[in-house]
């Protein structure tokens, strides 16, 4: 089973994100609602996928997802925000993201943002029929 790592402030919105991906067949493996406890969670339990929020506590999800590549240049990061300007979406690739999606989060998006970051074959993940 593929792993993931979802990280933003606001709980209600991690949990949502949980319910999607465990509906698309993902384990949970860790939270986190600062950057401080999205570098550590990663580095202890090296989550296949992390979705990542650019708005976070202390350091935004840009900053950590820098430090995340500079621990595990091939770690997969989607980013996504609420705040869709040409220029943040740059930036959160810039920074190593893989994929960047919009909020709301739809079902069909993450599908779609999964694929292009792991591929379908990867691991035995298949896309949902």
Same mark, same amino acid.
């Given at each position: 089973?593929?792993?993931? #790592? ?13 319910? #999607? ?34 708005? #976070? ?69 298949? #896309?949902?029929?």
């Amino acid at each position: 089973m593929n792993s993931i #790592m979802i990280v933003g402030v606001a709980a209600f919105t991690r949990l949502t994100m949980r319910n #999607m991906f465990e509906s698309l067949g993902f384990e949970v493996i860790a939270e986190a609602d600062s950057v401080e406890e999205a570098l550590k969670n990663y580095r202890l339990y090296r989550p296949k996928l992390v979705l990542m929020d650019i708005s #976070m506590t202390g350091m935004d999800g840009l900053s950590a997802s820098r430090k995340i590549i500079e621990f595990d240049r091939d770690a997969n990061i989607i980013m996504c925000s609420a705040i869709v300007y040409r220029e943040t979406v740059i930036q959160a690739i810039r920074s190593g993201a893989k994929d960047f999606i919009a909020k709301p989060l739809q079902k069909e998006r993450i599908e779609l943002s999964i694929q292009k970051v792991l591929g379908e074959k990867e691991e035995g993940w298949m #896309m949902p029929k």
